[in-house]
């Protein structure tokens, strides 16, 4: 085969000379007479029996794409540095330089303006405080009371090409924030001063975005896509930048010097190059290279949706007019609604910039456009001060639209009664104040239609323009502060090697402790396991690509043991590989020599080189190809072992109880009692709410605001009790602010409790406290933010409905005021139309308290129940 080990140096001769054959060198010599545009995008694809043909890179077959990576990766695995090598010798073969890049950065100094001690913690008075403060200081009246913290003083260095340079120092020394400033992404409230080239460019002078890339240390992806999918859309994101320039370059080179490429390595680099809409060559290439091939089709997962490993992310990084033109016209006035309302709430979240911001600022918009609407509250009801909001309000437009199509419909052409010539549609129009001209129509699905554009572009400018919410820094004490300061101003920077500051930073050489305290008593305690087997359902996706079995066996007869005083590391003691089997498990010793003694001894395993990492050596020397190139199974090999004998002895040993040795007993399940935990909770619960300004602050804030919005919407509904339309507007009113500040509250709580519910898995697992304690903590520190025929079973089975009816009732269910009718003729008394239409009775407004209290413990409850039984975290 071309891509064997004996054949790598010949790959690159003349294609002239007769090492494949006639008819490869006459494909060959036809590929070489095609134009440059065809050349690059042609290659010799040679199959399993070893015959040659020639294809279109951009469209190779699936099984071609396999044959061609796996030749390709069965020599990444045995030596990755091997494939990039033979990378770089085509290059050179034609003396064509890779672009590279050395980063310089001269006299970088970043200052940042922070709070110090109490003032920097994210508590509610420092969040006003400090919103104050920013207003103030953007007027030019007052500066605030910031301190000046230097991150990085005065340094500079050189990053040079093709070399891997290691950062270190100890916590907040600045390293983050000098690879943002190399990357150009620091953010606009620092301070820097210095320059940062890029070959002699500076920042402004390019895009620096584009030509380096900074890895956060989250690993922010979409949870329910795939690995493969995750690299698939950043492969048709990036594009093919340089690649295809070099390609064509390459091409001319080869063509004119007479070499011949290695043919698999030609197609994968043509795939690369070229890029387009089909990724999947590329995508499984770097699958391969990553090592995440084996996890490609498992979803990235998150907190709650079990996925890859920590490292695996790292690397991943209604009832209508029967009039059929009038039901598509409504279909028409959905769309546009369906749109403009996506296009809203996508305004909302790149605004919001968080979950819980984004939430309280959809539903402050959702009031604006439903209460002004002119729906809650009639046209004719809205104040002067308040009329703007009702022809800003896009479902004022939606609305029109769909009642104006509806009501002028044949099926409502009718005569409303004996005292007008209306029609029944053109009546109901006017007594809710809708517009009853047909044109309105047209104006509403241009109205939604401008939303619609207007949203999405403010939605593009708002996600480019607007940084992530929250500042991310060390909360600096007054007297770390002063000593920082002290030492600045104290004289000359003390300049130390770097072995010197590993060797003296953190360490006990040259400090005395004094002993003291007492002796807790310790029972030392053992762990031992053998013959572990673990087995999990097969995913769907790997049943559609054939697998048969039901069920994947993870782990495959485990034994081991846990001592006191031993430290048992899962990639050393305990040594696994893929497919869930030991294959080492035994003492280290000094710089593992004890475990390279192991895996030395067995014939074929090549030899350490020297200075070469442990770690990385025992994971290439036992990797699934090296153990097909060798022809053994170290799990095998383990079994065969004297250390596999002498740990079964040791399990052996440890699970049978020694005589002097008691029965592990805890009076109860849990270190505290049900109240002490309950206090406990609570007191986490009080300092995680107050240090959440995000949360507290905008729902505090929110709730103002909305209930003086209401307040100046609905000034005097109450007194206005002369028409019926009047009662409708004071039952809107209160339908609004029920419905708008508990939904608001509801929404804006579940992002937190979601956090929080996944910090009790972990907290409850290690025997911290139980659910029902915690579920009431939570319930408890909420009360603070609260002031207290077929589907008719709904009704009273909904907290909103009998929050509504005590407020109802109670303003109105006892007046006896006269109110004129929608027909402008008969009149009635209030608390008979409240009763007749709604069902409200003044007697019942003690029962409708007690409802709404009871509601109230019954979620309560519920939420107990539910943080006690269920387990959302899903494998």
Sequence with gaps: MWNSAENLSARSASFRSDDGGDEEALRWAALERLPTYNRVRKGIFRNIVGDLKEINVEKLLVEERKVVLDRLVSSVEDDCERFFDRMRRRFDGVELVFPKIEVRFQHLTVESFVYVGSRALPTIPNFIFNMTEALLRKLHIYPGGRRKLTILDDISGIIRPSRLTLLLGPPSSGKTTLLLALAGRLGTDLQMSGTVTYNGHSLKEFVPQKTSSYVSQQDWHVAEMTVRETLDFSAHCQGVGCKYDMLLELSRREKLAGIKPDEDLDILMKALALGGQDTSLVVEYILKILGLDICADTLVGDEMLKGISGGQKKRLTTGFDPNFTRCLRQFLVYFFLHQMSLALFRVMGSLGRSMIVANTFGSFAMLVVMGLGGYVISRDSISSGWIWGFWISPLMYAQNAVSVNEFLGHSWDKRAGNHTNLSLGKALL??????????????????????????????????????????????????????????????????????????????????????????????????????????????????????????????????????????????????????????????????????????????????????????????????????????????????????????????????????????????????????????????????????????????????????????????????????????????????????????????????????????????????????????????????????????????????????????????????????????????????????????????????????????????????????????????
Excluded at 723 to 730: L, S
Aim: proline residues 5%.
């Design 430 to 875: 006017k007594a809710r104040s809708l517009f009853p001209q047909s044109y309105w129509y047209w104006i509403g699905v241009g109205a939604l239609l401008g939303y619609t554009v207007l949203f999405n572009i403010l939605f593009t400018i708002f996600l480019t323009y607007l940084n992530p919410l929250g500042k991310r820094q060390a909360v600096v004490s007054e007297e770390e502060f002063q000593e920082r300061d002290r030492r600045k101003k104290g004289g000359e920077p003390v300049v130390i090697q770097l072995r010197q500051f590993l060797e003296h930073s953190g360490s006990l050489k040259g400090k005395c402790f004094e002993q003291r305290g007492m002796v807790l008593p310790f029972q030392p305690l053992s762990m031992s396991f053998s013959n572990i087997n673990y087995y999990v359902d097969v995913p769907l996706e790997l049943k559609q690509q054939g697998v048969l079995e039901d069920r994947l066996q993870l782990l495959v007869n485990i034994t081991g043991a846990f001592r006191p005083g031993v430290l048992t590391a899962l990639v050393g003691l305990l040594f696994m590989k893929r497919g869930g089997e030991v294959i080492y498990a035994g003492p280290l010793g000094p710089k593992s020599y004890k475990l390279i003694e192991y895996f030395e001894a067995i014939e074929g395993v090549p030899k350490i080189r020297p200075g070469y990492n442990p770690a990385a050596w025992m994971l290439d020397v036992t990797s699934s190809a090296e153990e097909n190139r060798l022809g053994v199974d170290f799990a095998e090999v383990y079994r065969r072992s004297n250390i596999f004998q002498r740990n079964k002895e040791l399990v052996e040993i440890l699970s049978k109880p020694n005589r002097e040795s008691k029965d592990l007993n805890f009076p109860t399940k849990y270190s505290q009692s049900y109240i002490d935990q309950f206090l406990a909770c609570l007191w986490k619960q009080n300092l995680s709410y107050w240090r959440n300004p995000q949360y507290t602050a905008v729902r505090f804030f929110y709730t103002v605001i909305i209930s003086l919005m209401l307040g100046t919407i609905c000034w005097r509904f109450g007194s206005k009790r002369d028409t019926q339309q009047e009662i409708f507007n004071a039952m809107g009113s209160m339908y609004a602010a029920v419905l708008f500040i508990g939904v608001t509250n509801g929404t804006a709580v579940q992002p937190v409790v979601s956090v929080e519910r996944f910090v009790s898995y972990r907290e409850r697992a290690a025997g911290m406290y139980s659910a029902l304690p915690f579920a009431f903590a939570q319930v408890a520190i909420e009360f603070p933010y609260s002031i207290p025929i077929w589907w008719r079973w709904y009704y009273w089975a909904n907290p909103v409905a009998w929050s509504l009816y005590g407020l109802l009732a109670s303003q109105y269910g006892d007046s006896n005021k006269l109110v004129k009718l929608s027909d402008g003729v008969k009149s009635m008394p209030i608390r008979l139309l409240v009763k007749d239409v709604f069902g409200f009775r003044h007697d019942f407004v003690g029962v409708a308290a007690f409802m709404v209290v009871t509601f109230c413990m019954m979620f309560a409850l519920i939420f107990a129940y539910g943080i006690k039984s269920f387990n959302f975290q899903k494998r």
